[in-house]
């Protein structure tokens, strides 16, 4: 038995958290919501997201494991507008149905026989920071035209956003206290990171998101915010760009 029924925003935010990193997922649902984790096929970025059972308006789930498009799906569901409900389910022919106002797709489920179990890595991040995403947001358009790479050092004071190549740079310092509110500080911290990855990330975050930023010395980057407030948290894994010699 899998039918659902959600509102159309808290699923296209489910799914616009999802197609940064994959564009095909395995879905786990149970009594108490869904859970989807995934690496993209170079092993770069990770995501790890839950949606509890009470953010849907009716929740009829037995534990099972569903292969979902959310490429596709997301496609689907731009149309619709803000306040539509989604109805998901399951035909007698284990095809997923979605129907919305007028609209109804019917589409086959994936084969999730290839699908990898990733397991979270437990990183010890020394440094911790809460920010609103679209401080982020104003180093990355910059950067996007210097560097194919983006670096964040923090100290105790300051996280600074730096993207150089050539002769072109581009810096963003953000301090504590104005900028951000320190969450956790156990020593300076320094990595960099693809630009292109990072920026893929933070379309899937949005522009003006509470984030909880994670940092180490050449380590992986976490990110990490709530949806659907207050039923859903994300997670993204970031590698760090390794220096060539």
Not at 101 to 117: A, C, E, H, I, R
Not at 128 to 157: H, M, P, R, W
Request: charged share 25%; glycine share 6%.
């Amino acid at each position: 038995m899998f039918e659902v029924e959600i509102k159309v925003e808290s699923l296209r935010t489910v799914f616009s958290i999802l197609t940064p990193i994959v564009g095909e997922v395995k879905l786990s649902a149970d009594k108490d919501g869904w859970k989807i984790r995934a690496v993209d096929p170079a092993h770069v970025a990770m995501v790890d997201l839950g949606l509890l059972k009470s953010a849907f308006e009716r929740y009829e789930v037995d534990p099972m494991e569903l292969g979902l498009n959310v490429e596709r799906l997301l496609e689907h569901l731009k149309s619709a507008k803000g306040d539509d409900t989604v109805l998901m389910k399951l035909d007698p022919d284990n095809r997923l149905v979605v129907s919305m106002s007028n609209l109804t797709l019917k589409m086959p489920l994936v084969d999730t026989s290839g699908f990898s179990d990733p397991k979270v890595p437990n990183l010890q991040l020394p440094v911790g920071l809460k920010l609103n995403s679209g401080e982020l947001q104003k180093g990355l358009k910059v950067s996007a035209s210097i560097s194919d790479y983006i670096t964040f050092d923090c100290s105790q004071e300051k996280l600074v956003m730096t993207s150089s190549e050539d002769l072109s740079s581009m810096t963003l310092d953000l301090l504590k206290g104005k900028d951000y509110e320190e969450v956790s500080f156990e020593k300076p911290a320094k990595s960099s990171f693809s630009l292109d990855y990072f920026s893929q990330l933070m379309k899937g975050v949005g522009t003006n998101r509470d984030i909880v930023l994670n940092l180490g010395n050449s380590y992986p980057l976490r990110l990490e915010f709530d949806f659907a407030e207050p039923n859903g948290h994300a997670r993204y894994l970031l590698a760090p760009r390794i220096e060539s010699s």
